[in-house]
């Protein structure tokens, strides 16, 4: 018989780290090995209280432990927020399709990620640079956060990052502090049509859902096919396989079929960044 | 001339005199329901052969769908920090089921039995249910499965097929589980006569005439996940919204409908994930943390429902996700029928400017 689809395996957190005030990665080490690709999703179970989806935002390559990235703006995430290390949590999946890597080979990738959309970026970025001369040793990338404080990854992003061969990375912020040097604004202010070029790359897009929503139109303007915008989409994604329904986006299932899509495959219908 | 069959004949149509007889050999080797008249509808109920009453032999399909017996309202999945596996099914025959049930089936199977994800709770139900359908006779005025592709008899499957005559029940074999059975069981029945089956084919077709003319005026004017295609922008869903009050009955008392909702409790001594029906008219349903919901508005849930029902279902599985058993209709205490709004689009799309199709 097949293995009990609903069962979650059994994980402990064993690190906690505090990104900004309301995010928090942890560090997840599964029972049993688990295998993941770059993009796709976990349903993480808080014993007792309720299931909630997120993409890993670590190597697929490690098989031994994950890290996800949690905002806190739920019933399990905000327990997650108030938990210690050695909470025992359970894990199923993964699920969906994750980014399409091999697709990518030979282009340029422009990645626009905001506030805590960088966390499957996180897992997308450190997969990409791995191998970043299949990708014309070109990551471009152009993330946004509220203020400084709230970026995640701040020790990456800050510093060895940027110092990557092949890596472009601006920053910006809609609210500055003292501190900050950087640009003021949304993230499609650093957005530039010469950045890359536009008709040998694939631009790949995670944020709040306003943010994907500017940022599509902006690669659309740039001259992005719709087939060339990859999105991370975020909606009621609940059993993990296509049954429950929850998070449909009309004939696909984001837990399935998702939870990336290609703007062209989602565009025509209602409501989709809602 | 009536005879008893013996080994080695034909037992893939036979007769049996009384319906008793054949339902105690049933009752004798596995639990039997069988349905049972509450105030207008019929319901499935344990058989107990011990009571001396006359079935009850449902006309037409029962008031509740048969999704109940392979995917209960409510169920335990999972257990935490143990792992919990599907209880042991013992065999069980439901009888009375109708061509519209069994249609239902056949999508859920599509939806549970999917290679990939097979559900292990559905499956080893499914796998221990033994059929027993029945011809439909006298069809209810919400009974509409001649719009939706079907018939009020069924071609396939089932286990057993039982027709009522008017000498004894025509039985016919659909499965080797049907067929094991009848041979197990060869002395309770006789070779089906010419006649019955001729009397039988004259009532099927009655029966489907008569479906045919009740619902003539629902009839559409293209295929029907066409029109729902076609129709995206229309402002019928949210008219038609405004006869529903959300209760969520159609979803609950829909065969086909199967979107459910996982939940986490906390028991005495064990954590436990639970899986409930849910429905999509359910204003939360698509809601995620944070308060997004890209379906707040009533009619655009309807909308959903429909496009599930009739396009998305069938681009993804090849058949649409209705049957036409009408039990929508009954259920809308508030005159929403599911007729009547296929009806209006495709009246709206005949009128709509050959340009503005798409396809």
Known sequence: ?274 | MKHQINQGQRVEIVSISKLNILLDAVAEQMELYTPKKIGDHYTFAKYDSSIETPLDFNNIRAYTPIKEFLFPLRELVAIFPESVEPDEVKPFAVFGLKNCDLRSIEILDKVFLEEEFQDPFYQRRREKLFIISTDCFDPTESCCCTLFGGQPFTQSGFDLNVSKTSDGFITEVGSNKGRDFVEKHLRLFTDAPEALLIERDKTRAKTQKQLEQNNSEYELDAPVNKILENSTDSEVFDIESQKCVECQACTRICPTCHCFYLYDTRQKDYFAKMNMWDSCIRMAYAAVAGGANPRKVLGDRIKHRLMHKFSFFFDRYGIEMCVGCGRCIDADSHGMDIRVVLKKLSEELRTKPKAEIAK
């Open chain 1, 1 to 274: 018989m097949n293995r009990n689809l609903y069962q979650p395996i059994n994980s402990e957190i064993i690190e906690i780290i505090d990104e900004s005030p309301t995010i928090r990665s942890y560090v997840v080490v599964p029972e049993e090995p688990f295998k993941f690709e770059t993009g796709q999703f976990v349903e993480l179970t808080w014993p007792g209280v309720g299931e909630a989806p997120f993409t890993p935002s670590s190597s697929p390559a490690n098989t031994e432990k994950m890290e996800i990235t949690i905002m806190k703006v739920g019933h399990v995430t905000e327990l997650l927020h108030e938990c210690e290390k050695g909470q025992k949590i359970g894990i199923r999946g993964p699920y969906g399709n994750g980014y399409p890597i091999d697709d990518f080979i030979g282009k340029q990738v422009y990645i626009v990620g905001g506030g805590v959309g960088l966390a499957p970026i996180r897992s997308l970025f450190l997969t990409l640079i791995d191998r970043i001369e299949d990708f014309n040793k070109s990551v471009v990338c152009r993330f946004g956060a509220r203020t400084p404080d709230d970026f995640i990854y701040k020790e990456a992003i800050f510093g060895p990052w940027q110092e990557i061969e092949g890596v472009d990375m601006k920053l910006t912020v809609d609210k500055a502090d003292d501190n900050w040097k950087g640009n003021v604004g949304v993230v499609t202010t650093i957005c530039n049509e010469q950045d890359v070029d536009v008709s040998n790359t694939v631009a790949v897009i995670c944020g709040p859902p306003i943010m994907m929503k500017f940022a599509t139109l902006k690669m659309l303007e740039f001259g992005f096919k719709p087939t060339q915008i990859y999105l991370s989409m975020e909606k009621n994604m609940s059993c993990g396989f296509g049954k429950c329904g929850h998070c449909m986006i009309g004939k696909y299932y984001v837990c399935k079929d998702g939870p990336v899509f290609t703007y062209e495959q989602i565009k025509d219908y209602p409501n989709i960044w809602d």
